[in-house]
């Protein structure tokens, strides 16, 4: 009955097609939650709305009325994996260097 699972997963992935994904436009990233890792930096997850991040990336967050912050992107995890690119549609935690946890919250892009 395991082949026919397979069987069945095949037939899903050939009728349903992958959306298109906005990797052509600049790097936005919905931030959903943040943490920090200590020696590391500050995480803040979400999931890619449009364009690409990658690491060495220098990325900006904004909104939620504080003052607009630079940093670059020092690693790319999804489910535990470290990825070399966090392309739009996939929901990732981007590490970022010299950023405080309290100065990161939800809501912000």
Do not use: H
């Not at 535990?80 to 590490?95: H, R």
Request: overall charge negative.
């Amino acid at each position: 009955w395991c082949d026919k699972i397979l069987e069945l997963m095949d037939t899903v992935d050939e009728y349903i097609e992958l959306p298109e994904r906005d990797t052509d436009k600049p790097f936005l990233l919905a931030v959903e939650d943040v943490f920090s890792i200590p020696g590391r930096g500050t995480v803040a997850t979400g999931r890619v709305e449009q364009g690409v991040v990658k690491k060495g990336d220098e990325v900006e967050i904004l909104g939620r009325g504080k003052k607009p912050q630079k940093s670059v992107v020092t690693g790319i995890r999804m489910f535990n994996t470290d990825l070399p690119e966090g392309p739009a549609g996939y929901t990732v935690g981007v590490l970022c260097r010299g950023v405080e946890r309290s100065s990161v919250m939800r809501g912000q892009v």
